[in-house]
């Protein structure tokens, strides 16, 4: 079993930052790729950002690409989303989750395990 903790949401005003932490523990996934995902009141969860578990390469929806950056820290077992330049529509609840090897990056099914979430709001 895999234990995913998000930390670091908040409020914010437009075109602020925030950096979103994912501390990783139990089956540890250093091994595994990784992603962020939210999801707004009434939507789908939609993919946000994907990293390889080297962290050689990077994922990212258009909607954030240029002002988030995801990484990793494999030694702390830990992934980072750091988001700057933000907008009330990137307000949602956002999960860290463990990719299962082989699977898609920007679909929730192929992710096996997820975090409880972090609230981020954005206000204009």
């Known amino acids: 079993q895999v234990q995913l903790v998000e930390s670091g949401g908040g409020l914010v005003q437009t075109g602020g930052s925030l950096r979103l932490s994912c501390a990783a523990s139990?089956?540890?996934?250093?091994?595994?790729?990784m992603g962020w995902f939210r999801q707004a009141p009434g939507k789908e969860r939609e993919f946000v950002a994907g990293?390889?578990?080297?962290?050689?390469?990077?994922y990212y929806a258009d909607s954030v690409k240029g002002r988030f950056t995801i990484s990793r820290d494999n030694a702390k077992n830990t992934v980072y989303l750091q988001m700057n330049s933000l907008k009330p529509e990137d307000t949602a609840v956002y999960y860290c989750?463990?990719?299962?090897?082989?699977?898609?990056?920007?679909?929730?099914?192929?992710?096996?395990?997820w975090g409880q979430g972090t609230q981020v709001t954005v206000s204009s």
């Open positions: 989750a463990q990719r299962r090897s082989g699977s898609t990056y920007d679909m929730p099914r192929g992710y096996e395990y």
């Open positions: 990293i390889t578990w080297s962290g050689g390469r990077t």
């Open positions: 139990g089956r540890t996934s250093s091994s595994y790729a």
